[in-house]
């Protein structure tokens, strides 16, 4: 989806977006799995709670529920391009970037599995991070510096003591529409939370994500790049923004 800063409904200061982790010592376990897909996973175990919520007064028109119920993290995820290439599946005025991190929630509120919550109208809230090519980012390393050992589709490695909040820009100020999924089976089910400012990463970096493979071990290598969904039209959708 391309924002365009002209056309987008203001929300305001009430609906500022608030975002706690409730593991002191980081998500753990998690498990990094290669994909056959389109990118590689940070699976979330499902007893420990990221907990997305809005402030009490704005959350009925955010996220389309009452009070402080939790969205529980279940995955989170990149899609790049090519080196030098586009590689987000959002744009702003046109502008696109070199990665887009999703993290990938489900209202544990109201349904009894992320399978379940997926095929819901208000079931999956998805947190999307422009990542712009620029200095080293410090909070990467963990996972860039592991990406080796999922390198093959199919590979998978445990991943602990890694707070996902570290990946967060400083300005929580977004833009937020209803939506779908940007992978099969592409369910209408998400409130897209896509944050306005970006975070830093250097291209020695990104050279790490495109090392890794769509194939496995024993198979004709095919790089794992260009793995995004080029931007969709809104379709009449509404897109909100929390700042001026």
């Known amino acids: 989806m391309s924002v365009s800063s002209s056309q987008f409904l203001l929300i305001g200061l009430l609906c500022k977006c608030w975002f706690w982790l409730w593991a002191e010592d980081g998500i753990q376990p998690t498990t990094l799995q290669g994909s056959s897909s389109r990118t590689f996973d940070l699976e979330v175990d499902v007893h420990v709670e990221w907990r997305l919520s809005s402030a009490p007064v704005a959350c009925q028109a955010f996220l ?23 590689g987000s599946e959002h744009t702003v005025d046109g502008k696109t970037y070199a990665s ?15 399978g379940e919550a997926a095929a819901a109208p208000d079931g999956l809230a998805v947190l999307g991070v422009f990542l712009e090519t620029g200095d080293d980012h410090r909070g990467l390393h963990k996972i860039t510096d592991a990406l080796y050992m999922v390198k093959f589709k199919g590979s998978a490695t445990d991943f602990r003591g890694f707070n996902p909040t570290c990946l967060l820009p400083n300005s929580l100020n977004y833009w937020t529409y209803p939506g779908s999924l940007t992978t099969p089976p592409l369910h209408e089910s998400v409130t897209w939370i896509v944050l306005k400012q970006p975070i830093k990463v250097s291209e020695k970096q990104m050279a790490k994500f495109r090392m890794l493979l769509f194939t496995g071990e024993e198979e004709d290598k095919k790089r794992m790049e260009n793995n995004f969904r080029p931007p969709q039209p809104l379709k009449g959708r509404k897109v909100r923004a929390s700042f001026n």
Not at 64 to 86: E, S
Not at 100 to 114: D, G, I, P, T
């Open 64 to 86: 389309q529920y009452r009070g402080w119920d939790p969205y529980r993290l279940k995955q989170f995820h990149f899609h790049w391009g090519g080196k030098g290439c586009q």
């Open 100 to 114: 887009e991190l999703h993290l990938v929630h489900w209202n544990a509120a109201r349904y009894k599995s992320f």
